[in-house]
């Protein structure tokens, strides 16, 4: 079945410095989307990447799919105190666990920690 | 707009003891998921539901069973709960779609420990 991993597990920095996670599919994705989850919150939904190649910015925050649309990363620039959290990316396939309706698949996620 | 609500939000149960997640949402989502979240294991699917009366078994389903009587709700039973199912339960919904075109939104959790 599709595996996802993400990379780093965790990561430490300190405040203003940039930040970036990777996301690699065994198979080629139609989609994927990015969550963020704080400290003792529940998964929040950031974005969706559909396009090969594509790039999308949300202020501080760059996601990118790539070409093969087998891999993804959300790069964080100058981080703040209140990126602390997980951010899980989530690629879509149409078929999983052997039914027929597209499910996500969530990465085991990348924990950011900032230091003021 | 209260979008996914999970109860309880805490609950400590005894080995053996059962109990029931409740699951609801007023977006009119078709789709419906359960997940478990352990440290270090992010977020694994349990059951998951594509319509009222509709559910299927993801990736970790052993030891609990789930009901979608009606649309808003969908209901996560243990059935003789086991300490390896002391977990964070999280339910998500979503409009639908295969492949899955739209984000996914995320009750606030549930905290169970099995004593």
């Known amino acids: 079945g599709q595996q996802v991993m993400q990379i780093p597990q965790y990561q430490h920095v300190q405040e203003g410095e940039d930040f970036t996670t990777y996301c690699n599919s065994s198979?080629?994705?139609?989609?994927i989307q990015w969550y963020k989850q704080r400290p003792g919150g529940h998964p929040v939904f950031l974005i969706q990447?559909?396009?090969?190649?594509e790039v999308k910015k949300q202020k501080r925050l760059t996601f990118q799919f790539g070409e093969a649309k087998k891999n993804s990363s959300l790069h964080i620039t100058a981080t703040q105190t209140t990126d602390v959290g997980t951010y899980f990316c989530?690629?879509?396939?149409?078929?999983?666990?052997?039914?027929?309706?597209?499910?996500?698949?969530f990465g085991k996620g990348t924990k950011l920690s900032v230091k003021p | 707009n209260a979008g996914v609500t999970q109860t309880p939000k805490f609950r400590v149960l005894k080995t053996g003891q059962s109990m029931t997640l409740l699951c609801a949402q007023d977006?009119?989502?078709?789709?419906m998921y359960w997940y478990r979240q352990d440290p270090g294991m992010g977020l694994r699917l349990i059951h998951y539901?594509?319509?009222?009366?509709?559910?299927a078994k993801g990736e970790v389903p052993d030891g609990y069973n789930v009901s979608r009587l009606k649309k808003q709700n969908f209901l996560l039973g243990l059935e003789s709960a086991a300490p390896s199912q002391t977990s964070v339960y999280f339910c998500?919904?979503?409009?639908?779609?295969?492949?899955?075109?739209?984000?996914?939104?995320f009750g606030s959790g549930t905290r169970l420990t099995v004593v």
């Open positions: 990447l559909v396009k090969s190649g």
């Open positions: 998500a919904s979503t409009i639908g779609g295969n492949p899955i075109y739209y984000g996914y939104t």
């Open positions: 977006m009119n989502h078709e789709y």
């Open positions: 539901s594509v319509g009222e009366g509709t559910t």
């Open positions: 989530a690629p879509a396939a149409v078929w999983n666990y052997g039914g027929s309706q597209g499910n996500l698949i």
């Open positions: 198979t080629t994705l139609s989609n």
